[in-house]
């Protein structure tokens, strides 16, 4: 055990330090630099060069490189390029804000998808079943800013209940407007719920055609005992490897999800970074992203373990 | 069996390989439609994609307007009218034609790149799954690593820095399909090559290259159409989210994605230069969906011959 997390939590390690890599080597060809962003398109010789003097972009590019790790492994995530602070400082809010909307989707889309799912597994083929799974369908077939634009048509402009914008005032939490969260979160929900949903659903089919759960019927378990103990469990390792995959997918629809409603999260921080060159925020951010993502994954094979005594991890 | 989709291997001439692949991909095709139209999944989903296919390669000649005809100073954000079935847009311009003429672009660069992507990503899975060992590892490592990322943010970096165009976009989407399609390719290559016909052709001296393309690749093809199927639709997907952002096909060519962007300004006004797009994106992804599900479950009624 001790032997898996350190050789995953490596991994991890290594996995991080080629994305960082990779994005420095990306923004290196990127055409324009910050100093160009910062200036526009006036910018005098003299002024680029004293910019690019202040923010150290004259030296060469290995060694800035080397010196921005230099300063990761002590803490230090650099400044920002355009905003003159501290990284740290202009994402927290943005990562709190993004966790928040995040959060909901999960605690929306999860265990109503599961329960769900499971439902529609044991009454397969039923009418319900056959129009659950046509909707998820659909929802899976829509692209986020699709589903958050017919939203805001339905609910915004025709019914007038809720917000076409969730902009919030720098500074403030969203959590104090908890309305334009709403459509945010049903947008981010769709797909989600219903990926999870036709996994689960696939996975009781499949469990509750095994013997071992037609042994538990026959020798006289109440339904409800039978789903909880036997099927439940087993059919929702899968599941589980698609909600940890999906983290990393709904970190790139958060992207179009908070462009599609301007909710200042990191999605649109990280549109902002691209767009000014700003080199240190953009690094961050994808440290953070790639990240969650193998952490995500790595979360899921230890519950793995804890669902199913047979998986040793090694 | 089914028909080999040949590769290139073959001791023949070149013009003989394309018309025998040409054939072979054709009777594939067909073989793929018969078996679509036995679902309810797929009878939706088959006519879905044959229009939004007929729109791709006929929509702009069949457009009521030139797509970039503006009507500034008399009809600009007109409801849906006879004049314009389905309203106008900022400009003035006809929101039916531009969505009709959006068609092409949008699928022609989602199916150069799902093609791309799931060709280099057979390859790789593959091969690397057939070398296995210390080859194997560090390439599934390398895939885990590019599947660390979301797709989009791929797409996003090397796009602002190369400039969206369809060559770039389609071949972003190549890229950034490699690592899934190489998983799933060499897992079911691990399943075949232990079999024993794959011990046959090695012990009568055929090329490691045949022996992939030729005994292994047509067993895996029932897994290699469902990801195929997949990989479309997220390629549609990933297009239309890009154009979205603005990154891609440039104005004043249509995007659906754009279009959908643009009129967010005025959708309380103007619903429909918003719904119009967004009602051709979901029937195309959603076709296609279907039409993969119904190909599916179509395998599955029978049982498949070996």
Do not use: C
Not at chain 1, 241 to 266: C, D, K
Not at chain 1, 278 to 303: C, E, F, R
Not at chain 2, 45 to 62: E, I, N, R, T
Not at chain 2, 185 to 206: C, W
């Amino acid at each position: 055990m001790t032997r898996f997390l350190v050789r995953r939590i490596s991994l991890i390690v290594v996995t991080l330090l080629v994305v960082s890599t990779a994005i420095f080597a990306i923004t290196e060809i990127l055409p324009g630099d910050v100093a160009q962003m910062v200036m526009g398109q006036g910018a005098t010789e003299q002024n680029l060069k004293h910019i690019r003097e202040t923010l150290g972009l004259d030296r060469p590019a290995p060694v800035r490189y080397l010196d921005w790790i230099g300063g990761v492994v002590r803490g230090d995530m650099g400044d920002s390029f355009v905003q003159k602070i501290p990284v740290t400082q202009v994402i927290a809010p943005r990562l709190a804000n993004s966790l928040i909307l995040a959060g909901f989707a999960f605690l929306v889309a999860v265990p109503s998808a599961v329960a769900i799912g499971v439902w529609m597994g044991v009454r397969q083929g039923s009418k319900t079943d056959h129009a659950v799974s046509v909707g998820s369908l659909v929802a899976i077939s829509l692209p986020e800013f699709v589903t958050g634009v017919l939203l805001i048509i339905v609910f915004s402009s025709f019914l007038g209940w809720l917000p076409s914008s969730s902009a919030i005032l720098p500074g403030t939490s969203p959590l104090t407007r908890p309305l334009i969260l709403v459509l945010p979160t049903l947008t981010l929900t769709g797909v989600l719920f219903a990926y999870i949903m036709r996994m689960t659903r696939a996975n009781v089919i499949e469990v509750l055609n095994t013997q071992y759960v037609r042994t538990a019927v026959l020798k006289g378990l109440p339904m409800r005992r039978v789903l909880l103990r036997h099927v439940v469990p087993n059919a929702m390792l899968p599941t589980i490897s698609v909600i940890a995959v999906n983290m990393g997918w709904m970190l790139g629809g958060l992207i179009i999800v908070e462009n599609v409603f301007a909710y200042p999260g990191l999605g649109q921080l990280l549109l902002t970074a691209i767009n000014t060159r700003d080199v240190p925020l953009l690094q961050t951010l994808a440290l953070i992203i790639a990240g969650t993502y193998a952490l995500s994954n790595l979360v899921a094979d230890l519950s793995y373990g804890a669902l199913d005594p047979r998986i040793r991890l090694t | 069996m089914a028909a080999p989709t040949a590769s290139p291997r073959m001791q023949l001439g070149p013009l003989d390989a394309a018309t025998s692949i040409a054939a072979a991909l054709l009777r594939a095709l067909a073989s793929l439609v018969r078996l679509a139209l036995r679902t309810p999944a797929g009878r939706i989903g088959l006519p879905l994609v044959v229009l939004h296919v007929v729109l791709a390669l006929f929509g702009q000649a069949l457009a009521p307007y030139p797509p970039t005809q503006f009507h500034i100073e008399d009809h600009q954000l007109e409801g849906p009218s006879l004049q314009f079935l389905l309203g106008t847009d900022q400009f003035g311009r006809d929101v039916l034609s531009r969505v009709m003429s959006g068609a092409t672009s949008l699928i022609s660069v989602a199916a150069a790149g799902a093609l791309l992507g799931i060709a280099l990503g057979t390859v790789v899975g593959m091969s690397s799954g057939y070398k296995g060992g210390r080859t194997d590892e560090v390439v599934m490592r390398i895939m885990d690593a590019m599947m660390s990322f979301p797709s989009l943010l791929i797409a996003l970096l090397v796009l602002t820095s190369l400039g969206p165009n369809p060559i770039n976009i389609a071949g972003t989407i190549g890229i950034v399909f490699i690592a899934p399609v190489a998983r799933v390719m060499r897992s079911s290559t691990l399943a075949v090559k232990s079999l024993e016909f794959v011990d046959a052709a090695r012990l009568r001296g055929e090329p490691n290259v045949y022996i992939i393309f030729r005994e292994i690749l047509p067993n895996t093809l029932p897994v290699l159409a469902v990801e195929a199927s997949v990989r479309f639709s997220y390629s549609i997907l990933l297009v239309a989210s890009l154009g979205f952002l603005g990154l891609g096909v440039q104005p004043p060519s249509s995007d659906w994605g754009l279009m959908i962007s643009e009129s967010r300004i005025f959708i309380t006004g103007a619903p429909w230069v918003a719904l119009a797009p967004a009602a051709a994106v979901a029937s195309l992804v959603i076709g296609v969906n279907l039409l993969a599900d119904g190909i599916k479950q179509a395998r599955e009624l029978p049982k498949r011959e070996a």
